[in-house]
């Protein structure tokens, strides 16, 4: 297998798992595939690391397919594509990049895919992402809440 | 520069073979950013009638609802619009946050379904589309996965773009941090609500369409 297994471990019980996908692991699929591979490992409840950006229609295929797969389950997902060449502004970096993409394929950036049920919020920035996640044990303690404070006003 | 040349090309072919006189404006943007109380202005405005309801819960809109022939005037110049507004794109979907609302669990479960199929329609009517209002919270970063996916696709399928930066009533309105944030799109700041600004986003929406 080639893609790499990272763990972490979150206040010694909340383990959060990322998954790093190669471009290699992807470029040969169409983007249905793309998209059924990478939300199949997000379903898994882990965090997807993809190397390359996804295109700009994939990215739109990706919200779709994941609006068709919401169940009580599966709450849908978190997502941040980081394109650097968004910073280079001389017209023959730029022509440089584009002529990369067209030989390699979308490889430079990252794309950074999470299950909302894990992921809460990624806040994105030019020039950072900041990931915020959701404990299982919260998240439960906060809908028992919820539901006890609705049952009690009736 | 190349994309100077490629719009203006574009411009050029759209405005020869154009045979259609209504234009096709679709409002899109994440949940809650005022798309229909920015439909609800403009048709208050010229047809003395609302569009659709609006809500502080997230998902109200969920259906595609279109407003045909409303006529806009700006500047001596008269424009014929169909006006579809869209259910807010999201990427998560979650029942139980309906129920801080006080949906019960099988409203807030239907509720969530209903919202799902709702930004499927959003992405899928994307493409029929002449010019698209993307209206977004100017009270939130507007750095999301989102708002970048709906202004690349449109870039991508060149669609023309305007932004409307909603919601600068409120103190923690930072127009220009979503200038900065898509610098190559006009961007106009506009109360949807309280009606601040809407002569300038009349004037910017004749400029998109003409």
């Not at chain 1, 010694?12 to 939300?39: A, N, Y």
């Not at chain 2, 589309?129 to 999301?144: E, Q, R």
């Not at chain 2, 220009?176 to 600004?197: L, M, T």
Request: charged share 25%; aromatic share 8%; proline share 3%.
């Amino acid at each position: 297998m080639s893609s790499m297994k990272h763990c972490l471990y979150w206040q010694g019980e909340f383990m959060l798992t990322l998954q790093f996908i190669p471009f290699t692991e992807i470029e040969s699929l169409s983007s249905d595939e793309r998209i059924e591979k990478l939300l199949s490992i997000v379903r898994e409840n882990k965090i997807a690391l993809v190397e390359g950006t996804l295109h700009k229609e994939e990215s739109a295929a990706l919200i779709k397919k994941t609006m068709e797969n919401i169940n009580q389950e599966f709450r849908g997902i978190e997502f941040a594509v980081i394109y650097p060449e968004q910073n280079d502004d001389a017209m023959f970096k730029r022509l440089r990049l584009k002529l990369i993409n067209v030989l390699l394929g979308n490889r430079r950036g990252l794309t950074i895919i999470g299950p909302a049920s894990v992921v809460k919020e990624i806040k994105q920035d030019p020039h950072k992402i900041d990931l915020y996640t959701t404990s299982h044990e919260q998240k439960s303690r906060k809908v028992l809440k919820q539901k006890h404070n609705s049952s009690s006003k009736r | 520069m190349l994309q100077i040349i490629k719009r203006f090309v574009h411009k050029i072919f759209r405005d020869i073979f154009r045979t259609r006189k209504v234009l096709k404006v679709g409002f899109y943007g994440p949940p809650n950013g005022g798309k229909t109380t920015l439909a609800n202005r403009i048709c208050k405005d010229w047809l003395g009638e609302e569009m659709g309801s609006v809500s502080n819960v997230a998902h109200e809109t969920r259906e595609i609802t279109i407003k045909e022939n409303v006529s806009i005037r700006s500047q001596g110049k008269e424009l014929i619009f169909n006006f579809v507004d869209t259910p807010g794109i999201a990427t998560k979907i979650d029942y139980e946050d309906f129920l801080k609302h006080g949906f019960t669990v099988r409203d807030a479960k239907e509720r969530a379904k209903e919202a799902t199929k709702g930004v499927i329609d959003s992405i899928t009517w994307l493409d029929t589309m002449d010019v698209v209002l993307v209206v977004l919270d100017a009270t939130i970063n507007p750095y999301s996965q989102v708002n970048i996916t709906i202004i690349g696709n449109l870039q991508a399928r060149e669609i023309p773009v305007l932004i409307v930066a909603n919601k600068i009533d409120l103190k923690r309105a930072d127009v220009n941090k979503i200038k900065a944030a898509f610098p190559q799109y006009d961007v106009v700041g506009i109360s949807a609500k309280h009606g601040n600004n809407v002569d300038e986003f009349y004037e910017a929406l004749f400029v998109l369409a003409g």
